[in-house]
């Protein structure tokens, strides 16, 4: 048996310091966890790469990332392909705070979406894109309080949050640059992946 440790390097001091703590609570180093929206939730998203069809063309470099994350079951499926508990067609930030949003089959009682899936399959990452719901009609602060419980309660939970800024919507283009700004303050100021 031959043991694949990733190499961690080029990342913030915080976020090694996620990553360890991560491994001393039992998160799996192989494993990533899907958080976020429609976009996040849909088949196309990242299912084909978990299914082996892609190309990478200029980007082979990527390779031996996929195939280090396709290796490993999240549950039932690589973390590619693994329908996630936190990510859901027309969710905003909000949600994944309340129980009441919760897989009522696979999450305990009184268990956030977001606590629900880190409990499930241990990730040390997770891929995070909410706000193509939210830009429209949430306010701006609100969801910043959102996305920072979100990112620190994935911390305490010693999981990476890699936070992806949201696709434009020419409906409200002026809020998708604001919204895209505050989440690169919350990268920045919590000194996490972007």
């Given at each position: ?145 959102n996305m920072e419980w979100i990112v620190t309660t994935s911390m305490d939970y010693g999981v990476i949050p890699v936070i ?31």
């Open positions: 048996v031959v043991l694949v440790v990733p190499v961690l390097t080029g990342l913030s001091e915080n976020t090694l310091r996620i990553y360890r703590k991560g491994q001393t609570l039992g998160n799996r180093a192989d494993v990533f966890a899907k958080v976020g929206d429609s976009i996040t939730y849909a088949g196309y998203f990242l299912d084909p790469i978990g299914d082996g069809v892609y190309t990478l063309g200029e980007f082979g470099y990527l390779q031996g990332v996929i195939d280090y994350y396709r290796a490993t079951l999240a549950r039932d499926e690589n973390s590619f392909k693994q329908d996630s508990v936190a990510a859901q067609i027309g969710w905003s930030a909000h949600v994944l705070q309340n129980p009441e949003y919760a897989d009522a089959f696979l999450c305990q009682a009184g268990e956030t979406p977001l606590e629900c899936e880190y409990r499930l399959t241990k990730p040390a990452v997770a891929l995070i894109m909410l706000g193509t719901n939210d830009v429209g009609f949430v306010d701006p602060y609100a969801y910043r309080l992806s800024t949201i696709p434009n919507r020419p409906d409200v283009a002026e809020r998708v640059v604001l919204f895209n700004n505050l989440l690169r303050e919350i990268a920045q100021k919590y000194q996490v992946p972007l």
